[in-house]
């Protein structure tokens, strides 16, 4: 195709992409080194036959002037990347002089909001990644043995958690699983402790998040390991079923080899979703134990009296930075194979 | 994998089955059991007492005079105004699935006819896009948004969807072309088409499946998206999904929690009926990507 035709039919999604996703994150790298303005505040003189008293007030005004000159903030440079509610690089070497331990210094580290919602975020990613491969590919294998004729609406009932919104997908497990609904309370005539809660444990909100998670992605990985299998060629398992092998040397020395690109492919795009780990935490109320990068950018964004824009785009730039180390090995391999093909 | 030779033992089909069942159940129990719970009061569904109550429905015969009962639904579609919400969420997929579909074949054709060393790099470029966690984009609009005061109203959402949506759309209909000969579109060529009368006359007629596929993924998209609609509409203009979150009302215990179950399972019914409808499409644009490499 000549390159002139290439770029009429390609102009309106790359300019949709360009304009929607390309400038928004410059904008967003652009807002990250502003702030909020503080507030102009003035001295009033107040005199009565007693005496004058000074008093330091906002001057609402003079503020609202300055808003309105400059709405991206006062320039901040890194600042906010170095706060307290990110980097927190002072607060860390402040840790480190006072704290004794090392355990201590981690302990304290991870209370900061940063560390505190990445630990979580890495948490999620580390546990849910690989039970989805796990639980996918033992459902695929299973439904692959059942009978074609009612396979249809087997596959029709797994895929379900995955199709239904994150949020919805939480809230009805949370009606279950909260002290209220049949999960919780028969939990709680079980363990005969009438306060257990999702809410009372950290590692408990953890958990259930970490189940959610599972719950959700694994008909992904399902439904693309199933066509996968299907996919498997037939002489060498039965040649190897001729030489004896057991079932599990079948699986291990034959199907997975043979699948084995696809496992990268689920375990790439399901590394990328988990890391952006949001909703769960709103459909669970888990704010208080459970906080994610993601939630994080949302919490200054919707933030009552003024939006935090110059936080929330710190945050989001480390995000990015946070999915590019995720997708590096990948890039490079595909570059490196791209090289090599030409 | 139906392997002639391969002799399965009665336990392993045994285990093997039980495994499907339990999965099953915890895969879909959950959605029956919201199902039955909306049409019991919230002193059942929701009880401190006893959590048979939702079964037996011991409130909602004292409250109703039934077993069932549908207020929940009748009054979260009027009095929560959810009507307003799905009425909304039917224009942004309406407007999303047309023309992301539009954009999309029309950037996905070139694509998969480019020679060129560009058309690798934009699948890249569009693999980076997809990555892209969708609050951090959030954060990008949010400003310059309110600066051109196209802040809360439905086409900026939709335009915002659509972006978003153009790098898989773009990924899937890219492997669907790629299926389609190539000497098709070139013998319309030397018969004297334009690359356009190609496109829109030999080959778009051939790429059905491929087209309800990606609309059935940019449907699911603009339906059920979260992070965008809560944070670029104002409360007149909220889909189903956010006008949910605004049912649970900040404390669990404030807000009109049935109205959010019965709500619930109103935006979920008409998915679920599509994908039973579409169940092939969806699992073959899922795998379309990833089996072949």
């Not at chain 1, 979580?120 to 004729?149: D, E, H, M, Q």
């Not at chain 2, 391969?6 to 392993?12: T, W």
Request: charged share 15%; hydrophobic share 50%; net charge negative.
């Amino acid at each position: 195709m000549p390159n002139k035709t290439f770029f009429w039919f390609f102009l309106p999604t790359g300019l949709a992409m360009i304009l929607f996703i390309g400038l928004p994150i410059i904008s967003t790298g652009i807002q990250s080194f502003y702030a909020q303005h503080d507030q102009v505040v003035k001295e009033v003189k107040k005199c009565d036959p007693f005496g004058c008293t000074v008093s330091i007030v906002v001057d609402q005004e003079a503020t609202s002037v300055l808003r309105d000159e400059r709405p991206l903030g006062k320039f901040n440079g890194f600042g906010t990347y170095v706060d307290r509610n990110h980097l927190a690089i002072e607060q860390i070497s402040e840790f480190w002089d006072e704290t004794d331990t090392l355990g201590d210094f981690i302990d304290q580290v991870t209370n900061l909001p940063f560390y505190k919602a990445l630990l979580f975020t890495l948490t999620y990613c580390l546990f849910v990644t690989p039970n989805v491969l796990l639980l996918g590919f033992i459902i695929a294998l299973s439904l692959n043995a059942i009978s074609r004729k009612i396979r249809g609406p087997l596959i029709f009932g797994t895929i379900l958690p995955m199709i239904v919104t994150p949020l919805v997908g939480s809230l009805v497990l949370f009606w279950m699983i909260d002290a209220e609904g049949i999960i919780g309370a028969n939990l709680q005539l079980m363990m005969e402790d009438p306060y257990l809660s999702l809410k009372s444990s950290r590692t408990l909100t953890w958990i259930t998040i970490i189940i959610y998670g599972i719950w959700h992605h694994s008909p992904f990985a399902f439904v693309v390991f199933y066509a996968a299998l299907q996919t498997v060629p037939q002489e060498p398992v039965e040649a190897a079923i001729i030489d004896g092998a057991s079932r599990y040397q079948r699986i291990r020395h034959i199907v997975l080899p043979h699948i084995y690109p696809v496992v990268t492919f689920v375990a790439l795009i399901s590394l990328m979703d988990n890391f952006r780990v949001f909703e769960p935490i709103i459909g669970f109320s888990a704010e208080g134990s459970a906080q994610s990068l993601s939630w994080l950018i949302y919490d200054n964004l919707v933030n009552e009296e003024v939006i935090l824009f110059g936080s929330a785009a710190a945050t989001s730039m480390m995000t990015i930075i946070g999915i590019a180390i995720l997708l590096a090995p990948v890039l490079i391999r595909t570059w490196k194979e791209f090289r090599t093909a030409r | 994998m139906e392997y002639g030779l391969d002799k399965r033992s009665n336990a392993l089909k045994t285990f093997n089955t039980t495994f499907i069942i339990i999965w099953l159940l915890i895969a879909c129990f959950p959605f029956i059991w919201t199902f039955w719970g909306s049409f019991k009061v919230r002193a059942d569904f929701f009880s401190r007492a006893d959590w048979w109550y939702a079964i037996s429905a011991f409130n909602t015969l004292i409250e109703t005079g039934g077993q069932f009962t549908s207020n929940a639904y009748s009054e979260a579609w009027t009095e929560g105004e959810f009507w307003k919400a799905s009425r909304n969420t039917i224009i942004v997929t309406v407007f999303v699935v047309t023309i992301s579909l539009f954009l999309g074949t029309l950037g996905a054709y070139a694509l998969s006819r480019s020679t060129e060393r560009y058309a690798f790099w934009i699948l890249i470029a569009a693999l980076i896009f997809r990555a892209m966690p969708h609050i951090t984009l959030v954060s990008g609009y949010l400003f310059p948004f309110f600066e051109l005061q196209i802040w809360g109203i439905l086409p900026t959402t939709i335009v915002v969807l659509v972006a978003i949506n153009q790098p898989f759309t773009l990924w899937l209909l890219y492997s669907f072309f790629k299926t389609v000969p190539k000497e098709l579109d070139e013998s319309a060529l030397i018969d004297g088409c334009s690359y356009f009368q190609a496109f829109r006359y030999i080959i778009m007629p051939v790429m059905w499946p491929g087209v309800i596929t990606a609309g059935l993924f940019s449907l699911m998209l603009a339906y059920n998206d979260f992070t965008v609609t809560a944070l670029l509409l104002n409360q007149e203009n909220h889909t189903m999904v956010p006008k949910i979150q605004s049912y649970l009302g900040t404390n669990q215990h404030e807000g009109n929690l049935m109205w959010a179950v019965s709500a619930v399972v109103s935006a979920t019914a008409p998915l679920f009926m599509l994908v039973m409808f579409f169940q092939r499409q969806v699992i073959s644009g899922l795998t379309t990507g990833a089996v072949k490499g």
